[in-house]
């Protein structure tokens, strides 16, 4: 398997090597391309990322946002005791 930048499977001292044969120019590979070019690259590289997620199936889908429901509600409950609390010891020192 291949990404943008070069092969995974293979090391990178064959490379090395014929590099040191050719000319080197300014900026490596990515120099000569223009904008358009490295975007490619830039969505590639996006692509080749997104295919190595592992995505929750259906039903870890509905646990995981259960899960955070809950836990958003019982937050949202805590702050409101917390928030009404304060409230009644203001109201209790400053009359």
Do not use: C, H, N
């Not at 943008?4 to 001292?13: F, K, L, N, T």
């Not at 070019?37 to 995505?55: D, S």
């Not at 929750?56 to 899960?67: C, D, E, H, N």
């Amino acid at each position: 398997m291949t990404d943008a930048v070069g092969s995974i499977d293979m090391p990178d001292a064959e490379d090395d090597a014929s590099e040191s044969k050719r000319k080197s120019r300014k900026g490596g590979k990515r120099g000569k391309k223009g904008p358009l070019g490295r975007l490619a690259v830039f969505y590639r590289q996006i692509v080749a990322e997104l295919r190595k997620v592992v995505w929750p199936t259906r039903s870890q889908l509905t646990s995981y946002t259960t899960v955070v429901i809950i836990f958003v509600v019982v937050m949202i409950g805590l702050v409101t005791v917390i928030d009404f609390g304060f409230q009644e010891a203001v109201k209790y020192v400053f009359g």
